[in-house]
């Protein structure tokens, strides 16, 4: 009885962990402002965007499929790509991505 309780234990601490650790992908989109989020999403955008950035907005990532914004986890990483399409890769929280790596998408 004590070994098959101390296994269901093991087996709901593995799986706990994972079930926080996020959704690993990559995400196509474009990075926008907070302010103009989804309507933001287009390269004709950029200069607005940098504009509400450098007046305090947060740098969002609005997917470019469902137009679905997301907040970012750590946006320096992909401030110089501001107001550009992009390819995210990193691991999805909810609604915050925490960015691995970005770089402009052709695709």
């Not at 474009?30 to 740098?59: M, P, R, T, Y």
């Amino acid at each position: 009885m004590h070994k098959s309780l101390a296994l269901l234990w093991v087996c709901l601490l593995a799986f706990g962990t994972n079930a926080f650790a996020g959704t690993k992908g990559e995400w196509i989109g474009w990075l926008s402002d907070a302010k103009c989020a989804a309507n933001g999403a287009k390269a004709s955008h950029k200069g607005c965007a940098l504009k509400c950035v450098e007046a305090g907005q947060a740098i969002v990532f609005v997917k470019e499929d469902d137009k679905k914004v997301y907040m970012l986890d750590n946006p320096e990483k992909v401030k110089s790509l501001l107001g550009d399409r992009v390819k995210l890769s990193g691991s999805l929280e909810g609604d915050t991505i925490k960015v691995d790596s970005a770089k402009k998408s052709s695709e």
